[in-house]
């Protein structure tokens, strides 16, 4: 009996060392995570928003994957060193994707390597179950942000839905990259940690398509939510206390007839940026952006919204020239880059940044 125990357990360690090397779990305190993220099992994270980031410092591994599924599609823009390549992932069984089949990786070396989730929640909802690496392979404190925090809360726009992508076309799923929005660009050039909340055809009381006002599951009742398929799995604001939040909402609401009336839509996103503020103990400076897609009278009311609770108002109407457009109607790359180059300035002047 001894004698079998001991055999089963010598086969078990070389083939599980030979076979899969060593398992790091998503909550190795060495690996660090930007956005909302459902920790609550600790083998196996879920992303859903936009630009939720992992990464990690890796050292003495010639092999490296991670260790990922998708409810829909999913696409991760990864980053090593400077090198980056995009990850699709389809399928919704948890399978090891290669890095180190793509880059090859010197032991000696560290390696920075880091997703981040290019495409929105409503595409796809990701699971992370940690990173597979040779035995003997060490991560190294992964140095934590400082300083600048801003969230970026939105529709299509904001998720840069259609954005990669020659016109005429339809959208495709692999034509987000949040990386290369409007919200990406500006976070980049600050050097500021980036949440993005953002579902395309979301309006503050009326969704795209809709023609019940308010509609079902408008922008409002999804924020809160760390996934946002999941109506009870509330995040915890004490998480993540941006300096900023830029709102571009209302895009839907005013897309198609029937409009809500002024009072309803000016009503709903005073107390949704209420909300906000009160979750937020740090009390953030408020920019809410009207366009690129839509003008008034969704403008006008955006700005009577902004001049009420004294947020900061920026705007993007009738900015788009034909070159700006990806595909869908929606601002393509260069759109995104005119968008930032809009916004960059004002946010700048009122943070002091
Ligand atoms: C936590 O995740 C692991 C890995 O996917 C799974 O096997 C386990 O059942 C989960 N635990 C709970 C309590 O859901
Ligand atoms: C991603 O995978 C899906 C399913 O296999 C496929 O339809 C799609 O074309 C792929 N996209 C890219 C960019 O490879
Ligand atoms: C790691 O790489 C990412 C993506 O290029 C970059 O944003 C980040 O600053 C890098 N972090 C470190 C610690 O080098
Ligand atoms: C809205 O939600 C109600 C209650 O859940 C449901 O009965 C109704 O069918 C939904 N409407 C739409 C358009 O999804």
Not at 51 to 60: A, D, H, I, K, M
Not at 68 to 73: F, I, K, Q, T, W
Not at 180 to 205: P, R
Not at 267 to 289: A, C, Q, V, W
């Amino acid at each position: 009996m001894k004698i079998y125990i001991f055999i089963s357990i010598l086969v078990c360690l070389l083939v599980c060392s030979c076979a899969s090397g060593l398992l790091i779990a998503p909550s190795d305190v060495n690996v660090y995570y930007v956005g909302r993220v459902d920790k609550s099992n600790g083998s196996q994270y879920v992303l859903a928003w936009s630009g939720v980031q992992f990464s990690v410092l890796v050292t003495g591994t010639t092999t490296f994957s991670a260790v990922l599924d998708s409810v829909g599609e999913t696409y991760y823009s990864v980053y090593i060193g400077t090198a980056m390549y995009v990850l699709n992932i389809s399928s919704s069984t948890p399978q090891p994707y290669s890095i180190s089949e793509t880059v090859s990786l010197d032991p000696t070396q560290t390696y920075n390597i880091t997703f981040i989730k290019r495409s929105e929640a409503e595409i796809g909802i990701s699971t992370f179950y940690g990173f597979l690496v040779d035995n003997g392979a060490s991560l190294l404190p992964y140095p934590k942000a400082r300083g600048r925090a801003i969230e970026f809360i939105g529709d299509s726009i904001t998720c840069g839905y259609g954005m990669i992508g020659v016109p005429p076309c339809s959208f495709q799923p692999d034509q987000e990259d949040i990386t290369l929005t409007y919200g990406g660009i500006i976070a980049q050039e600050l050097n500021a940690q980036f949440y993005v909340e953002a579902w395309s055809g979301k309006g503050i009381v009326k969704n795209y398509g809709s023609t019940t006002i308010p509609s079902n599951e408008t922008f409002p009742e999804l924020y809160p939510l760390t996934i946002p398929t999941q109506s009870t799995d509330y995040w915890d604001f004490n998480d993540f206390l941006p300096d900023a939040v830029v709102i571009n909402l209302g895009s839907n609401d005013y897309e198609q007839l029937p409009h809500p009336s002024q009072h309803l839509f000016e009503s709903t996103f005073i107390e949704f940026i209420n909300y906000i503020s009160t979750k937020y103990s740090d009390k953030p400076t408020i920019f809410l952006i009207c366009g690129p897609m839509i003008g008034n009278p969704c403008c006008q009311y955006i700005q009577n919204i902004a001049v009420a609770i004294s947020a900061v108002y920026i705007d993007m109407q009738d900015i788009l020239k034909p070159n700006d457009y990806g595909c869908a109607g929606h601002p393509g790359v260069e759109g995104h880059a005119k968008m930032a180059a809009i916004a960059l300035p004002i946010i700048q002047k009122n943070m002091g940044w």
